[in-house]
């Protein structure tokens, strides 16, 4: 699993590793934009109750570059450039994901108790979507 050397790297997917502060009364990490996370943030979304058989993402972004934290439990994340499939299973909530540039992306594999977080570089738009594993394909081939 590659670790984010660089936490101004912006294209690629790796591990960011984020700071905790912990005292006697339990522990917290405090995340922000263009420190550990590489990009503005405009969105930040949750998902949750997703059963084990469950496979969801399946498409690729144009531009969106997003991190993505279990806050709790336990989920997979499959990443590919087209080339090369990468699995990482976050099980800790001081790991973020950084995916970004033309990648597609699967979760699956969640505990029961996952609260996947996703903190997104821009707004939800529908048009920046590749849903068709062919297209992301070919656009991989012409990049
Ligand atoms: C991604 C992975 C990691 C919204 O209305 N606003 C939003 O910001 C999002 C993310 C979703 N939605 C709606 C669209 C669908 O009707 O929520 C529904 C479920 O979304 P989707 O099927 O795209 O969810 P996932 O879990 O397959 O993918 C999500 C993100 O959409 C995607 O950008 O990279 O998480």
């Not at 990482?88 to 950084?98: E, H, R, T």
Request: aromatic content about 10%.
């Amino acid at each position: 699993m590659k670790k984010c050397m660089v936490i101004g790297e912006i294209m690629g997917t790796c591990l960011i590793s984020f700071d905790v502060h912990e005292d006697s009364r339990g522990s917290l990490i405090a995340v922000e934009q263009f420190k550990e996370i590489p990009f503005e943030i405009k969105r930040v979304y949750y998902m949750w109750g997703t059963d084990k058989g469950i496979v969801r993402g399946k498409h690729a972004h144009k531009d969106l570059q997003q991190v993505l934290i279990c806050l709790n439990g336990s989920c997979k994340v499959s990443t590919s450039d087209g080339k090369t499939k990468t699995e990482y299973n976050l099980k800790n909530p001081k790991d973020g994901l950084l995916i970004s540039g033309l990648v597609w992306r699967e979760m699956y594999d969640f505990s029961q108790d996952a609260v996947l977080m996703v903190i997104a570089s821009d707004h939800y738009n529908e048009d920046d979507y590749i849903r068709d594993y062919e297209t992301f394909l070919e656009l991989v081939r012409n990049s």
